[in-house]
């Protein structure tokens, strides 16, 4: 989702194990031109920058706040037109500015803190190296937590070739630590959809060098495989996929019989769900808030549509707050969970008039539409955290008699004939994504997970996986652990990942 | 749970559905002659009373506080050799005292005001008479709850005759109502085992009229048809089971191909299983521990074991009162969950000298042995809320060198050699059961399902259920609802169970 | 205001200093016989008690719900018409039952557990007994708590006759079990008025034994020596007073320069004034509804009128229970906190025909008057926490169109034409005091704090303490302290008093 | 305190009522020259901006976090060497660039949002024009917040000239926006000390132009007039002084007979005591931590020194994020308090070691001192949120062996020599005034009570105020009001601040 998609536009062709080419991939690039058309359609003074980011769904710049005050000087070179080399004279990479590598190594360092599950597996699984011989290619986020990820797979033995699964969100130095570091990356903020496609080639398209596990987090780069590459999956061990989209497509080849390899599906372990939504949005609802609007929460009226584990952590934290919460919910379970936590069931349209802060979290459409809008006082933010960008019905405030005003980033005020405006923010995407930051900690056990599947797949035994996908077995999520795995365990009272 | 169990000593014969006798049920009574020698060696003078709550391994006197006042200078005679009448000079019940019908009534209005659900059904039902023809027996807690229940049922259509599904739960005073109401009720407070069966026989055994339907909650009742008149089977058109033990029973007869007729499992609907757990242990363990210790919360160390449904409820509760509030817990997603609600995770042993409560919740053996005894510190309050009376080893402080000192009804003092003493709640049992109430609107979620299923299972089509457990159907259980269906609602911001 | 307040009835006469009266203190009988009156108005079956009862302005029977237990069976006989001696063959005692004290002496022993400062000042001071050569009077009410207290003012050197400062209140086990010791105590529950003028004389009227310290909740002892015994105070060193109208009529005294030696007030000490409203009701909200309602607090709507310290007690008590609470509020200063703290302020008529639960502490008068008790809902829980029992009209409830029904002890069901009941607590008074206990250790701050009182006065040098009307020095008031104070103190991390 | 105070090297002489001058003002240029010594002395890459920071004890920079991103590319010229005009020609202003004005102009209408009262107050009092003929001078933080109020006085009739009183604080944009509104304001963010003087004394030295009222946050413009135009309060009607440094001053000049014109107290209402310590800090805490470190609340274990008000916020705030909170204090009240709300009272000491953040809230010196930061575990979190700068002992961290990194805007590593790093956040300045917010609505209580107070000397009758130091009139202080004064008001269950 935070990639362009080729599946959204359906009837996407596959190579076959065998090679052949089912279907050409032809409406692929049609679909990024009517992208585009959309997109350049809104008047906009922020340019290639807007574009961006509209294509991504959702802004990443947040993961460093500090990343984005050194970019705003940077020349505007292409950095496939520039030559760097490293302070070794490696230069098998393409990112902005080799430069920014002391800073880069600072935000790395950060992340290694709060990362104690994966420092540890370094520190533990050094010795044996449980991926020598291993050759990866990554297709990720390229951020500081992502650094330490790939600093942990070398440390086992791993070598890496990486690039970015989203146009917008690379930290352009920690790309250059990385490439200072020896790593082969080709990636930086702010592509074009060629130069992404271009990044992911350069990482597999190389004399000498064939790799032989793949980490994806959306899967284009494991299409782009299938594509171009398909015979590479002969010395291919396994694909581990992190995103809903990434492995919705696994299962679309599995059930089609195209899978090649076996794969790893890391985005539905249990630890996992529960950060991402429960406990990771009860603070980013806040952290978004805040950032964006610097709005006070005690005294405010909110009302939050759905009370899945986002609504959850949502309505808690805005509670503990002292912000008089309402909820709409119309699962009856959750409607009961809700009503013995305490919160006072409303149909939106009984508050809609009175509340300061609206927050979708139903995973739905169309929730919040424009009838709403009409109706609520001046003033009202509205954002939302549910699993996509359609809860909002923000296309039916591009009317005429409507203005818009980016007072922020992120920001938009829309304002009524009658003077009246309300705060939307991050255009009703995903606020938590766009306007604040996903804990390193958070990011930590993905990491983790990613890390400890590739060890299982790469030293499985022949047989023990097939040409299927699959969830990491449960003794490394979350639960008792074999030799490559992990656990739960308290140390000190407080808990912590460990290695075993 | 609550009732002699035969299952438990394995071995338990059933008459099968053509009435040939598989087994002969001998063990059973030997099982309860060695309980008896088991309990009578405990030198206690509460004599029968002991004996009685030691079986039931559970007091529910505390359902109403107020009815064991009424008791206290009741006469001894056992309610079998007395001839009473109602004020219609009806004579087919057998209880404690009819007198106490009024005191009765008041008891069955005030449950009916936390039964809305309930009292919806009858009103709503009332005029189709869904039950016409139903004739019911039963075998339930006999308490103002359980009143609202049968008077709901017969409002329905349906005839009611009813035993208690426990020698010692019963309100005499409600089931004098009930007597003088109308209802065939044969239950009294203190009964012998003697007396139990008996009760069940003269609901079932009576000339002239033979059920259709039975209403269990612990499946003795059903083993009593089984075992001495499994004709009657025959016009039988289902059960409808409410305990874990009575689910588990019809469960091994299915499996068994010795089911008769459809019987409906309402213990593991959703909403109960929330209501029974998380809600409800939330309030009552402030509850039980207030009534038994007066205890200031505020302040205090408190260790809970387990951090399932339980134990997040005992825990979420006591730390809203400003209590610290230690956990412990194994399973890591458990585990991952205390810690990221602020709970500091600990082992047992490294805090047992400092705490001032330690509450179980684990569902295991043997949590609390007596080494962690040995070490807590004077006045340590220890306790049960899990879902058996082993997790404190209470065996263990039956030693000479410890004395033992009743201070209180529910509550010991255990007096170590040093002059140290702990305070041991419940004798070890479920404290929610023994030492607080279970709050009506819970209970009213259970007897709501009851009556759901109940009008399922006589009103179902043929085919629709065949000699198999169920589940209550799903449009039943919390979610949109048929004719006899119903569901959870908002109603004026308010969530309520209403009846379509 | 637990006892009969002569001050009331204004007018009242005192003694002066020199022994001459200044007005005779007629008006009091007719006072009491007025009471009287008015209350034989009300039909009632259950007689004297609801008399008491009614003079008492509330019930403290809840102080330990284990003695009501025993005294059902108790005869009727008056404790002034029993012949009762200790095992030491001690008669210098008027109590219920002397048989009773070694059930008494159990209470006595659970107080203990959570009395630890004054345990702590047992044993730190009984050395050096600070307290020899005290003979000291006490009138207060007689519970384990003030067992505790005497049986450490006697360890400290002391010694003490006691009696009840209110008819209804003394715990008979404990007044055997005090008597047993050798205490000279003279108390039983349901005292009639006569009684209680007769005990307190039994104290200060003896032979042999003049009192030089005095210890009152209330004023009655005080102003019984003023009346009766002027002379005494020539002895006196200090009285020291724990009670609102007992402190009122001390600085009435003192104001008219009739206050003849030094009183301590140790109402207005900050940690008791937090710990009697805002920690103490936080907990005894919930365990007042629940002992007498049983009703379940998830999801109820709850209004609380007024946000001081009660109030935000009960506020947050209730939302940590998950119910909704809505907070009323004139003060604009609390408003805010209320606002702040998430609360929804409304009015009253706003939100009274949906609220479950009402609550009142406002400290005001007619807060919850008439027209609103004809709107709430059927069922609707109606109570008062707030300092007096004027809150609810209680008064517009007796009219002939309503009836009313006692369903258990405390909870009378208000039943209006049309069916409709609401549920009142405590007859409109103060429900903590009425339907659930105060925590010993709450107890135990006041108990603490009178002994240092007591300790300081006696020991006081010559003209520290003139004939004034004093607070406890800060230096015991919770702050450093010197060789007779107290402090507070972290021990293993946890919040105790000690003594220094 | 947010400016260089003169006060603190003592001796500063003022200007009597008379205009005779008491003594030189000669220590004051050798303070500051002083301070840029020290300042100078610390090795810095940042420069400038570094210096100008440690001056002003507090970055507000983060008052709109979009302003600083236009700022970087801005031009050095100094704005005092710069023509500029507004779009109306007129240029009585100095500012850093009139093009940002658009800008500004939103920031002032995100504002005007989350400042209710004010906008009532401009729109209920505009008609009489209370304050028609005040000419106002201000030296205040130029922010949205001020602009707001600015416009506020200038609709109710005032003319306005304006300064910071902050050498770093000011919004460029928002000066831009107010100086294209027509008002004198002078100036900029990053003003040097000569800029800083001079830009006040242009607001005062103006021909034809004479203030008759003083706004001043600091005391530093009512110093500069007392020192160089002590004439002007021969028609000045009185003083509104905001911070506690001016009050301070204020109050020293009352008491030596110097001050000239009634001078009004707004710090120490009750109200702005509560938003800008309780209620403000528990948001604050969060939003600063996240900001600059992006750590994950849930699990993490904290120490909070201090539990006052603000010790209060925090920890209540991060408890209910799922911290596991201990706290620290020597105060016995407070210690009771927090060990009633839960909170496990512990030395530093016992658990410096464990915690993997610590907040100072004490206002006293030295609290975590080098000896604990040296036993802090690797990635600790140290930051303060008391009242002073002093609480942590920054000064003991710049040592030969310690390696500090500036890792991101606000945030140091301090690297010992085993490689173990503790993350030091705005170098121990406050937190919440260097790296969150102060919420709009928190600003908008105190920007009401100062034009109240406006209002009121403005037009007070002679003699109601002496030369002497008021706190606002209680009855403006949210209490029921008069003409000019406001309340605290609930409209739609919702409290706000309205004008009478």
Known sequence: MKRPDPQQNGGEAFVNCDGTVAEAPRLKKIQFADQKLEFNKRPTKIGRRSLSRSISQSSTDSYSSAASYTDSSDDETSPRDKQQKNSKGNADFCIKNIKQADFGRREIEIAEQEMP???????????????????????????????????????L?????????????????????????????????????????????????????QPNMILDDGGDLTHWIYKKYPNMFKKIKGIVEESVTGVHRLYQLSKAGKLCVPAMNVNDSVTKQKFDNLYCCRESILDGLKRTTDVMFGGKQVVVCGYGEVGKGCSAALKAMGSIVYVTEIDPICALQACMDGFRLVKLNEVIRQVDIVITCTGNKNVVVREYMDRMKNGCIVCNMGHSNTEIDVASLRTPELTWERVRSQVDHVIWPDGKRI???????????????????????????????????????????????????????????TRSGFSLSRQNGVFVFFVL
Not at 135 to 146: M, N, P
Not at 183 to 204: L, N, T
């Open 117 to 155: 599950a994966l420092m540890a597996l370094r520190k533990r699984a050094q010795g044996e190296k449980p991926l020598a011989g291993a050759k990866i290619v990554g297709c990720t986020h390229i951020t500081a937590q992502t650094a330490v990820l790939m600093e942990t797979l070398s440390a």
């Open 157 to 209: 033995g791993a070598q890496c070739r990486w690039a970015a699964c989203n146009i917008y969100s690379t930290q352009n130095e920690v790309a250059a630590a990385l490439a200072e570091g020896g790593f082969s990356v080709f990636a930086w903020k702010g592509e074009s959809e060629d130069d992404f496609w271009w990044c992911i080639d350069r990482c597999v398209n190389v004399e000498g060098w």
């Open 423 to 481: 705060v939307l923010l991050a255009e009703g995407r995903l606020l938590n994504l766009s306007c604040s930051t996903v804990p390193t900690f958070v990011l930590s056990i993905t990491a983790t997970t990613q890390a400890l599947a590739l060890i299982e797949l790469y030293n499985a035994p022949e047989g023990r996986y097939k040409q299927d996908v699959y969830l990491l077995p449960k003794k490394m999520d979350g639960g008792a652990a």
